[in-house]
């Protein structure tokens, strides 16, 4: 596949509405939960080794107003770097080809060795383009915006990997990931 490298900047979270967006995660169908296990949205997103976290009114675990907002819909799945379970997300299969995908990071809590994390755009059972994310902040709460012009025509799936920078069998590494959305490519 294709390497590609990811310049992180913080910036406003995308808001579809204006018909560009062909598609969104669904992450707000599953309740919040500490807990790193297996889950999946109602649409079929698949996370292993996952958490996921709400907005709200303050910054209980697994309620995160500082990065989430105050919306109680607000959701983030959290990919775990513990490297004896992976933290990964997998969309469902993806119809309307793939131009432009973005979506949201950041962390809350303090990880010593910054972000990193692969995003893979699948097509039948082979990675077609791959995204390294490596960010060397790690600055509780703030936001980071990923966004890649992928242009791939026809049905992909969009992987997103915890590639486990601390090396530890602990709770580690962990990265909240919400505002999957991409625009369609022909």
Same mark, same amino acid.
């Given at each position: !596949?294709?390497?590609? +490298?990811?310049? @992180?900047?913080?910036?406003?979270? @995308?808001? @579809?509405?204006?018909?560009?967006?062909? +598609?969104?995660?669904? /992450?707000?169908?599953?309740?919040?939960?500490?807990?790193?296990? =297996?889950?999946?949205? %109602?649409?079929?997103?698949?996370?292993?080794?996952?958490?996921?976290?709400? +907005? +709200? @009114?303050?910054?209980?675990?697994?309620?995160?107003?500082? &990065? &989430?907002?105050?919306?109680?819909? =607000?959701?983030?799945?959290?990919?775990?770097?513990?490297?004896?379970?992976?933290? $990964?997300?997998?969309?469902?299969?993806?119809? %309307? !080809?793939?131009?432009? &995908?973005?979506?949201?990071?950041?962390?809350?809590?303090?990880?010593?060795? !910054?972000?990193?994390?692969?995003?893979?755009?699948?097509?039948?059972?082979?990675?077609?383009?791959?995204?390294?994310?490596?960010?060397?902040?790690?600055?509780?709460?703030? $936001?980071?915006? /990923?966004?890649?012009?992928?242009?791939? =025509? !026809?049905? /992909?799936?969009?992987?997103?990997?915890?590639?486990?920078?601390?090396?530890?069998?602990?709770?580690?590494?962990?990265?909240?990931?919400?505002?999957?959305?991409?625009? =369609?490519?022909?």
């Amino acid at each position: !596949g294709d390497e590609g +490298g990811q310049e @992180p900047t913080p910036g406003p979270e @995308p808001t @579809p509405g204006d018909g560009e967006w062909a +598609g969104r995660d669904d /992450f707000a169908t599953v309740a919040h939960n500490s807990s790193y296990i =297996a889950r999946q949205s %109602t649409a079929g997103w698949v996370g292993e080794n996952c958490a996921v976290q709400a +907005g +709200g @009114p303050n910054d209980s675990n697994p309620v995160f107003n500082s &990065l &989430l907002g105050s919306s109680e819909t =607000a959701r983030a799945w959290v990919i775990n770097g513990k490297t004896s379970a992976v933290g $990964k997300i997998t969309s469902p299969v993806i119809t %309307t !080809g793939c131009g432009t &995908l973005t979506f949201q990071y950041g962390m809350t809590f303090t990880e010593a060795n !910054g972000y990193n994390f692969t995003v893979d755009i699948v097509q039948n059972g082979d990675v077609v383009k791959t995204f390294n994310v490596v960010n060397a902040d790690n600055t509780k709460f703030a $936001k980071y915006t /990923f966004e890649e012009e992928v242009n791939v =025509a !026809g049905e /992909f799936q969009i992987v997103i990997t915890n590639n486990c920078p601390s090396a530890t069998d602990g709770n580690k590494d962990r990265y909240s990931i919400w505002d999957i959305m991409w625009t =369609a490519h022909n």
